[in-house]
T-cell receptor, first 117, second 113 residues
């Protein structure tokens, strides 16, 4: 069965430092996508970054990068130079495909990140 | 700017009531989704729709139904609300193809008393 695991319920980081949020996944599909979303206290889910299973290079989007280790089935999110506005819950997700060809997502449990001034 | 809107941010209902949660997207997306979010469980897929009048069950469809009469609108229906359906409900949409990001609405926090 497909599964996403985030083992860190909560994390703290000092402002301006880098932080890594862990995500491991399990799937037997050769084709899949990995996503990270941010959910501030307002509740809305904000897309951060995407990595395809066939992508050779790690994805980067501004201060966000995805450390994709396919053999280990891990897709950790790295946030560089943390800002107070990065305080939020972060979700790792994986797309799965069925007969209807929709990117149904399966989500991890989430990690709450708090940035300290 | 792309947008997914949900009819209510907060909703309080009584056990046994029929509840409608509405979601509208303005991006002409084919696919729409309903999730519920509970602490420690992340988001779980209730139902999704890949076209008008087309729907498929997600991982936790029991106690829910959906309706998609128009492309931009996807409704979640609780036929007889129960206290264990107290949760945050999130609607999302995406283009078909499967590797595009999903765009989420602001969520509806439903409390069933």
């Amino acid at each position: 069965a497909q599964k996403i695991t985030q083992t860190q319920p909560g994390m703290f980081v000092q402002e301006k430092e880098a932080v890594t949020l862990d995500c491991t996944y399990d799937t037997s599909d050769p084709s899949y996508g990995l996503f990270w979303y941010k959910q501030p206290s307002s509740g809305e889910m904000i897309f951060l970054i995407y990595q395809g299973s066939y992508d050779q290079q790690n994805a980067t989007e501004g201060r966000y990068s995805l450390n994709f280790q396919k053999a280990r089935k891990s897709a950790n999110l790295v946030i560089s130079a943390s800002q107070l506005g990065d305080s939020a819950m972060y979700f790792c997700a994986m797309s799965r495909h069925g007969s209807s060809n929709t990117g149904k997502l399966i989500f991890g449990q989430g990690t709450t990140l708090q940035v300290k001034p | 700017d792309v947008k997914v809107t949900q009819s209510s941010r907060y909703l309080v209902k009584r056990t046994g009531e029929k509840v409608f949660l509405e979601c509208v997207q303005d991006m002409d997306h084919e696919n729409m989704f309903w999730y519920r979010q509970d602490p420690g469980l992340g988001l779980r897929l209730i139902y999704f729709s890949y076209d008008v009048k087309m729907k498929e069950k997600g991982d936790i469809p029991e106690g829910y139904s959906v309706s998609r009469e128009k492309k931009e609108r996807f409704s979640l229906i609780l036929e007889s609300a129960s206290t264990n359906q107290t949760s945050m409900y999130l609607c999302a949409s995406e283009n078909s193809g499967g590797h595009d990001e999903q765009f989420f609405g602001p969520g509806t926090r439903l409390t069933v008393l």
